[in-house]
């Protein structure tokens, strides 16, 4: 439930951070990515569909209305998911 409240707070104030939980492997990391107020809906489910395919994660939404995209992945997985939206 605590990962549940800080995504709705994180998603509400366009907030860029990380969450660690503890699943079965011990390794699971939500994350938050805000993107500038002038991506298009269609760039940004883009990004995230190019984002799915190259890391693997299986978990990952997009936000319009806050420009998000929200993901949870391993560590590795996540940082890989910065990197690619970094380079936008």
């Not at 907030?15 to 500038?36: C, K, P, Q, V």
Request: proline residues 1%.
């Amino acid at each position: 439930m605590d990962a549940a409240r800080w995504l709705f707070d994180a998603l509400q104030q366009g907030s860029g951070t990380s969450y660690r939980i503890d699943d079965a492997a011990g390794n699971a990391t939500i994350r938050i990515f805000a993107l500038a107020e002038t991506v298009s809906k269609a760039e940004l489910q883009s990004i995230a569909a190019e984002v799915r395919i190259t890391t693997l994660i299986k978990r990952i939404y997009s936000f319009y209305p806050r420009r998000a995209i929200a993901m949870r992945g391993t560590y590795a997985q996540v940082e890989h998911a910065a990197g690619l939206i970094g380079k936008r």
